[in-house]
C-alpha cells in the first residue's frame, strides 16, 4: 500500500513490513489527532435543517475475521480462505463479497453525477481492511479511498470507528477494550491518513452489542470518549430508561444520553444514535429507514424543533438481498428524493455526525437529549444507591438477581439476542481472559515505563494475537473448525508472550 498523506509535524503510517499490522506505536500522535474537536460535517453540508423534517441514516458494517488457515497456518482473511476454497459452503460468493466491499467507490460518485445527495456510513473491522491489504487488493483501497480522501465526496461519506477485531464489549477484558479502539484508529490512519482519522467521530460496536455491567459500560464509554469520539450507536433493545421502562416510540428518532455509572459511584455519558428494530439486511438493502422517515416529522428537543433520524445499519455483504437488490433500491430511492426537490424534500438522507453537528448548531444542547441507561441497570441501582455504590454491594446485587429472576444476566444486550457469545464457550473465553492476563502482566509495567516499547515488534505480535482471539468469530459458529482456530491463536500468542 502506498503512503498515506501526513499532517504536518507527524509521521506518515503505512502498513507495516513486518508482515504485523500497524495496531499500535503512535498513541500519542494518534490522540493528538483524534482529540481535536473541530466541526466534521457543518462546514461542508449541503443541507439545511429548515427544510428538513426527517432523516435516514444508513450504515453499512463489513468484516471479515483472520484466521491461521494460509499456507503452513499463516494468518490471512477469511475471504482469502474463499477464494481459495470456493466449493466449501458458500465461499462461491467470494467475488460477490470483494465488490460488495468496494462498490460504494462506484455508487456515491455514480449517484452525485446524476444530481442526487446520497449519504452512507461505513464501518470495516480492522480484521478486514488488514486483510484486503495482505490480500494485495488495491482496487478495492482505491475506490474507498476515492470517496473518503477526496474532498469532493467527504461531504457524502461517514465512517464509523469500531473494536480492530471485531470483538463483542461485553466479554472483551476491560483493559483491552481501549486497545482495540486505538488499533483500529492506527490502521485507519495507515490506510487512509490523519485527516480522514480526524472526521471518525461515530462509534458501531460489533454486533451492536451494549455491555449493561456497571463497571464494564462506564470504562466502555470511558475509553470511546478518550479516543476522541462524540457518539455510539446501540440497539433499541439494549437499553431502558433510567426507572427501567422501554424507551418511548418517538425518542428512538432522537439522540439519546446513555448515562453509565459505576459500582464506585462515578457517571460518564455519550451521545447516543438509537438503532431501530432487527438486524435483518433486507432494512436496509431495501431502503427501509427512508420510507419509515417519510412517517415521521420534526420533534423538540429543549426549545428547538428538529428532524426525527431513522438510524439502521446492516452488513454490507452478507445475503442475497444486500448483494442483489440493495443496488436497485438504492438508485430507486435516491432518485425518487431527486425527483421530489432534493434537499427540499422534507425526508433526507444524513450521516450520524452531520445530525448531530445541524442540529447542537441550532441550539440543541445534549444535556436536553431524553436519557437511557444499559438494559437490566434499573434492577441493580432499586438495591444499590448509586450515589453511596461500592464494588462489594453491586456484585452482591448482581448475584442476588441472578438468583432470583431467571431472566436478569449481565451478558450484555445485542441484535443477536438469540445467540450468547459467553454459554458454551469457556474452551474459547477462559484462554482469552488468560493471554488477556498474560499480556498486561508483561507489558504494562514496562509501557508505563517506556511508551516507546508499543512499537517494538514483540509487543506488535504479542498485542496482534491478544486482539485476534478475542474476534467474535470464534463464539459465533459453534464447536469445531472456529474453536479450534481460537485455541491456535492461544497457543501462538502464549508463544510469543514467553519468548
Excluded at 462461491?92 to 466491499?101: D, I, Q, S, V
Excluded at 440497539?235 to 453509565?260: C, F, I, M, T, W
Amino acid at each position: 500500500m502506498t503512503a498515506t498523506a501526513s499532517s504536518p509535524n507527524l509521521p506518515v503510517l503505512t502498513e507495516s513490513r513486518s508482515g504485523l499490522p500497524n495496531i499500535c506505536g503512535w498513541e500519542a500522535e494518534i490522540q493528538s489527532v483524534v482529540q481535536q474537536n473541530n466541526p466534521v460535517f457543518l462546514t461542508t453540508t449541503n443541507l439545511r435543517l429548515e427544510n428538513i423534517t426527517a432523516g435516514f441514516a444508513c450504515a453499512l458494517h463489513m468484516h471479515q475475521p483472520t484466521i491461521p488457515a494460509g499456507a503452513n497456518g499463516q494468518l490471512i482473511s477469511n475471504l482469502q480462505y474463499m477464494f481459495e476454497h470456493p466449493h466449501e459452503g458458500d465461499n462461491h460468493n467470494a467475488g460477490t463479497f470483494a465488490w460488495c466491499y468496494s462498490r460504494m467507490g462506484e455508487f456515491i460518485p455514480e449517484l452525485i453525477s446524476q444530481g442526487c445527495n446520497p449519504r452512507i456510513m461505513l464501518d470495516y473491522s480492522g480484521n478486514l481492511l488488514w486483510g484486503l491489504c495482505q490480500m494485495g487488493r488495491d482496487d478495492i483501497f482505491n475506490n474507498l479511498k476515492r470517496i473518503t480522501c477526496d474532498p469532493q465526496y467527504q461531504p457524502y461519506v461517514e465512517w464509523l470507528g469500531t473494536m480492530w477485531s471485531h470483538a463483542v464489549v461485553p466479554s472483551t477484558p476491560i483493559p483491552d477494550l481501549k486497545l482495540h479502539i486505538q488499533a483500529w484508529q492506527h490502521y485507519f490512519a495507515a490506510m487512509f491518513g490523519y485527516d480522514a482519522l480526524k472526521r471518525v467521530k461515530g462509534f458501531s460496536p460489533p454486533e451492536m452489542h451494549l455491555p449493561n455491567h456497571p463497571d464494564s459500560l462506564f470504562e466502555y464509554i470511558k475509553a470511546l470518549k478518550e479516543c476522541g469520539y462524540r457518539w455510539l450507536m446501540v440497539q433499541e433493545h439494549s437499553v431502558e430508561r433510567l426507572d427501567g421502562s422501554a424507551l418511548r416510540h418517538e425518542d428512538k428518532y432522537l439522540p439519546n444520553r446513555l448515562l453509565a455509572r459505576n459500582s464506585h459511584g462515578e457517571t460518564i455519558s455519550i451521545t447516543a444514535l438509537i438503532k431501530t428494530q432487527g438486524s435483518d439486511t433486507k432494512l436496509v438493502a431495501q431502503m427501509q429507514p427512508y420510507f419509515e422517515a417519510k412517517g415521521r416529522g420534526k420533534q423538540q428537543i429543549g426549545n428547538v424543533a428538529v428532524p426525527s433520524l431513522v438510524t439502521q445499519i446492516a452488513d454490507g455483504e452478507n445475503g442475497g438481498v444486500m448483494m442483489n437488490e440493495y443496488p436497485r433500491d438504492l438508485f430507486r430511492v435516491y432518485h425518487e428524493i431527486r425527483d421530489r426537490g432534493g434537499n427540499y424534500a422534507g425526508v433526507v438522507a444524513l450521516n450520524g455526525t452531520e445530525y448531530l453537528e445541524l442540529i447542537e448548531a441550532a441550539g440543541v444542547n445534549s444535556e436536553d437529549y431524553p436519557t437511557c441507561q444499559a438494559i437490566s441497570q434499573h434492577k441493580i441501582w432499586q438495591r444499590v444507591d448509586p450515589d453511596h455504590a461500592t464494588p462489594e454491594a453491586v456484585e452482591k446485587a448482581i448475584a442476588d438477581l441472578k438468583a432470583s429472576d431467571y431472566q436478569f444476566h449481565m451478558d450484555g444486550a445485542s441484535w443477536t439476542n438469540h445467540l450468547s457469545w459467553v454459554q458454551g464457550y469457556e474452551n474459547v473465553l477462559d484462554p482469552m481472559k488468560k493471554l488477556s492476563v498474560l499480556f498486561h502482566k508483561k507489558y504494562d509495567s514496562l509501557v508505563q515505563q517506556d511508551s516507546s516499547v508499543t512499537q517494538s515488534p514483540d509487543y506488535q505480535e504479542a498485542l496482534l494475537y491478544n486482539l485476534l482471539l478475542q474476534t467474535s468469530c470464534f463464539r459465533y459458529w459453534g464447536q469445531g473448525t472456529w474453536t479450534d482456530y481460537a485455541r491456535e491463536l492461544y497457543q501462538r500468542g502464549e508463544a510469543a508472550l514467553n519468548r
